[in-house]
């Protein structure tokens, strides 16, 4: 029998096991908790903006600017308008002195804040995916370790070896 196998199969490896998937259970809850903290967050911080998806959006028009998809919808339009605003020029392409300049950068700023918060909702479902991961590695890891011990081997017992014909 290797070492590796007297470890596990010995109360100690065992109980690591049980240890370190109790750890990873109560990581896959706090990474839970922390990821549906941090969207109710932004969505309540975004809803208390007030901003509607523009009626000429291609999609989610008229809706209440508090999720990932009208954030994302509302930056196109926002960056459709400053397009047709400029005439089709980006800040950068307009001269320092122009006037529109100015709408070109507000605009810029408004999609820039609005795809802030829908990384931040990808990153919040990343981290409650990762905290259910972590949860069922946990609870596969305490099963195995709550799991009886292997019967152990004795010296006497011998493999049948094939006999010549």
Known sequence: MTSTARTASTGTGRRTARVVGLIGIVAGVVMIVAGATTWVTVSSQLEAQNITVSQDADLLAGDTVDGPFSAYAQAQVIDRHALEA????????????DPLRATAMNASF?????????????????????????GLVGWALRGLGAAPAPAAVTGTTRPAVPQPV
């Open 86 to 97: 400029t005439g089709g020029k980006t800040y950068a392409e307009l001269e320092q002195d």
């Open 110 to 134: 408004l999609r820039a804040s609005l795809f802030t918060s829908v990384v931040a909702y990808g990153v919040s479902a990343l981290v409650i995916g990762l905290g259910v991961l972590f």
